[in-house]
């Protein structure tokens, strides 16, 4: 069965201090592997495809690695306003469905 | 660019009450819409999927239904609603030649 599992649950960083977030997934034939940013009460906001081991993405303080089993999103030098859930998700096989399966996300805090 | 809306943004009904949420894209054509639920403290969990008009997949057997009457609005609908509907429900939609979705604002459902 395909499964995506984030670690940890829940980050609290102070301001400026990196970290990664984990996503370990199982699954056959990866087709993509997705990074969502969420704040609370919001829909989910797009920040990354990858799409092979290997492959690396970044945007400003965030980027985004990938291997055979699982991706990071390092976070470097985070800022209060970073503070959010990030979710992550898989594209398994094909066809019209396009179907994601998500993990239940990391709830990142960073504080001043 | 593209914008994705829905409404109502929150929306509290009574146990037995009928359900109808409205899901429009702008600035694309043809594309796939996808309706998800996100129960507290769950990833998303795909309900429904249309890769056109009055092209309707069901992901879970349950008292929701959704129907597309234009290329680019999806409506998810209840006839009775049950305590267990309540969650965040998302839009998101795709189109081709990309991987990934994106989602719109959401709906808060509480059933009381």
């Known amino acids: 069965e395909d499964q995506v599992t984030q670690s940890p649950e829940a980050l609290r960083l102070q301001e400026g201090e990196s970290s990664s977030l984990n996503c370990s997934y199982t699954?056959?034939?990866?087709?993509?592997l997705f990074w969502y940013r969420q704040d609370p009460g919001k829909g989910p906001e797009f920040l990354f495809t990858?799409?092979?081991a290997g492959e690396e993405k970044e945007k400003e303080r965030l980027k985004a690695t990938l291997t055979k089993k699982e991706s990071f999103l390092h976070i470097t030098a985070p800022k209060p306003e970073d503070s959010a859930t990030y979710l992550c998700?898989?594209?398994?096989?094909?066809?019209?469905?396009?179907?994601?399966?998500f993990g239940t996300g990391t709830l990142l805090a960073v504080q001043p | 660019s593209q914008t994705i809306h829905q409404w109502p943004a929150t929306l509290v009904q009574p146990v037995g009450s009928p359900l109808s949420l409205e899901c429009t894209v702008e600035?694309?054509?043809?594309?796939?819409l996808y309706w998800y639920r996100q129960a507290a403290g769950r990833g998303l969990q795909l309900l429904f999927y249309?890769?056109?008009?009055?092209?309707i997949s069901s992901e879970v057997p349950q008292n929701l239904s959704a129907s597309r009457p234009q290329d680019r609005q999806f409506i998810l609908s209840s006839k009775k609603l049950l305590l267990s509907d309540s969650g965040f429900y998302l839009c998101?939609?795709?189109?081709?030649?990309?991987?990934?979705?994106?989602f719109g604002p959401g709906t808060r459902l509480t059933v009381t």
């Open positions: 998700a898989v594209q398994a096989g094909g066809g019209a469905t396009n179907k994601l399966i």
């Open positions: 699954v056959s034939g990866l087709r993509g």
């Open positions: 600035g694309t054509s043809n594309p796939n």
């Open positions: 990858l799409y092979s």
């Open positions: 249309s890769v056109g008009i009055g092209q």
């Open positions: 998101a939609w795709r189109t081709g030649g990309t991987y990934e979705q994106y």
